[in-house]
């Protein structure tokens, strides 16, 4: 059974709009940070932003002022809206669901979706 599922990539212009949707399981959603990573071929998984269970959010400077992370929680489901698109931004996006504790973290990813900007 999937517990993250994602939805919302796609073919933007440079310029335009996205938002991504990220449905996760009820258990994992009450009780994990949910978060948005990004990770084209060749690269690292990268970090683009966190949102915790009391709203507090986290960007990488390179999305700041043009991604917003939220959370719906009667709807289990986190939201990446991204403007301001940048060909740069082209990247398979992937939701993810962490929980830090005293031994270390445990990771639920969904499989991704792809967002390309170009003209």
């Known amino acids: 059974q999937e517990q993250l599922v994602e939805s919302g990539g796609g073919l933007a212009q440079p310029g335009g709009s996205l938002r991504l949707s990220c449905a996760a399981s009820?258990?994992?959603?009450?009780?994990?940070?949910m978060g948005w990573f990004r990770q084209a071929p060749g690269n690292e998984r990268e970090l683009v932003a966190t949102?915790?269970?009391?709203?507090?959010?986290n960007y990488t400077d390179s999305v700041k002022g043009r991604f917003t992370i939220s959370r719906d929680n009667s709807k289990n489901t986190v939201y990446l809206q991204m403007s301001s698109l940048k060909p740069e931004d082209t990247n398979v996006y992937f939701c993810?669901?962490?929980?830090?504790?005293?031994?270390?973290?445990?990771?639920?990813w969904g499989k991704g979706t792809l967002v390309t900007v170009s003209s």
């Open positions: 993810n669901a962490r929980l830090i504790f005293a031994l270390g973290t445990e990771d639920y």
């Open positions: 949102i915790t269970n009391d709203g507090s959010t």
């Open positions: 009820r258990s994992i959603f009450s009780t994990y940070t």
